[in-house]
Each structure stands twice: as structure tokens, then as C-alpha cells.
T-cell receptor, first 111, second 117 residues
Framework: GEDVEQSLFLSVREGDSSVINCTYTDSSSTYLYWYKQEPGAGLQLLTYIFSNMDMKQDQRLTVLLNKKDKHLSLRIADTQTGDSAIYFC???????????FGKGTMLLVSP | GAVVSQHPSWVICKSGTSVKIECRSLDFQATTMFWYRQFPKQSLMLMAT?????????EQGVEKDKFLINHASLTLSTLTVTSAHPEDSSFYIC?????????????FGPGTRLTVL
């Protein structure tokens, strides 16, 4: 299977919370990242979490990490139409500076 | 902070020509830069890792003679697609390794869309 897997699509209404899930396979991953890509644009780093943390919160964003299950999630509170984009989960393996990306989850926020 | 620019943002060229794409870290120095390729609705595929002052490290399956990478300074890396063909049409994204808090992380450029006719 793929190193990093994500569901491909999520649709929510404006004001609701969005939860984007990601699973990875390498238990030696040191950092896990969430990037946002708007149409035709590059990737914007949203947040990252170190592998010895369970949770990280940054304004509307909450990252949860279950290292035992190798499961990462990104929760966006009070989702806005401007949050519509593709969200990529990425892992950084121990000893490497490169990242392995998932295929991305397209988030569509409807008014 | 941690802004990465790419130039050009898009380019259309004829088959057989060469195209150079620049990647600059604007407000930080980056000893390491990465070049990715992204096909429509696909994830990013790492092409090569570029270290300032040394040869780039290419991923398996990436032709180093076709995709020439130069990282001549701490703020500039270039990717030249030589003798471009329609199958080289893609979105090319660079990233630069910079500091985010206590760790180094990748900051991405806005991408360059290459269309080869």
C-alpha cells in the first residue's frame, strides 16, 4: 500500500467542523505535516506535529496524532468557504529531510 | 517570513526547446532545496534534492540529463527541462528547507505550470 493515505474528498457546510484523516506506515516518522494547496498554487504549510506529541492546536486548527495506530487528523473549526482547497498530509522519516506526501484530500465548503 | 518564489509562474514552449525555472528563498538562506512534480489531481512526486554547492540527488526514475538542477547560491536553485516534450507538461514546485520553530521544515514555492506544445 501507499506510505501515506488520505481520503480523497470531504464536503462540509460553512460553519461546521471539518476533520481530514491520514494514515502513515513508517513508525520512525519524526514529524508529520499538513499542507494546504489552493487551485493553481503551491503548498502552504498549515501546521506540523512532532511524533512525541498527541495534540497540537493553532487557532482553528487542531492536529491529533495517534502514534500507535499511525493515524493523523486535522480538524478545522468553523470551516469557511475560503478553506476549500486540497489538504496534503506528509511524513518526514527519521534521518531524512525529504517528505512523503499523501494524495491529498479535496475539501469543499458550501455556503 | 519563509517565503519562496518561483519564476516563471507559467510557461508555454515548443517541443524540443529548453526551459529554465528559478526557485528563490526570499528571506532566508536554504542550503537544501527540493524539486517536485505534480500531475493533475495527483500528489507531489519528489524529483531531486538540491544542496548548495554540490550535485543534486535525483530520485529513481528521474533523468538527470533531462532535468538539470543547479544550486549555485544559498537562495537560488534552478531546474532546466532540456529538450522538453509534451509528456514533460506538468506543475513543477520547489521547496526550500528553512526553520520553523525548533525544526527545519519545507517551505514551498507557488509552482510553475509548464505546457509543452
Amino acid at each position: 500500500g501507499e506510505d501515506v493515505e488520505q481520503s480523497l474528498f470531504l464536503s462540509v457546510r460553512e460553519g461546521d467542523s471539518s476533520v481530514i484523516n491520514c494514515t502513515y506506515t513508517d513508525s520512525s516518522s519524526t514529524y508529520l505535516y499538513w499542507y494546504k494547496q489552493e487551485p493553481g498554487a503551491g503548498l502552504q504549510l498549515l501546521t506540523y506535529i512532532f511524533s512525541n506529541m498527541d495534540m497540537k492546536q493553532d487557532q482553528r486548527l487542531t492536529v491529533l496524532l495517534n502514534k500507535k495506530d499511525k493515524h493523523l487528523s486535522l480538524r478545522i473549526a468553523d470551516t469557511q468557504t475560503g478553506d476549500s482547497a486540497i489538504y496534503f498530509c506528509a511524513e518526514r522519516k527519521s534521518g531524512y529531510s525529504t517528505l512523503t506526501f499523501g494524495k491529498g484530500t479535496m475539501l469543499l465548503v458550501s455556503p | 517570513g519563509a517565503v519562496v518564489s518561483q519564476h516563471p509562474s507559467w510557461v508555454i514552449c515548443k517541443s524540443g526547446t529548453s526551459v529554465k525555472i528559478e526557485c528563490r528563498s526570499l528571506d532566508f538562506q536554504a542550503t537544501t532545496m527540493f524539486w517536485y512534480r505534480q500531475f493533475p489531481k495527483q500528489s507531489l512526486m519528489l524529483m531531486a534534492t538540491s544542496n548548495e554547492g554540490s550535485k543534486a540527488t535525483y530520485e529513481q526514475g528521474v533523468e538527470k540529463d533531462k532535468f538539470l538542477i543547479n544550486h549555485a547560491s544559498l537562495t537560488l536553485s534552478t531546474l532546466t527541462v532540456t529538450s522538453a516534450h509534451p509528456e514533460d507538461s506538468s506543475f513543477y514546485i520547489c521547496s526550500a528547507l528553512g526553520l520553523a520553530g525548533a525544526t527545519d521544515t519545507q517551505y514551498f514555492g507557488p509552482g510553475t505550470r509548464l505546457t509543452v506544445l
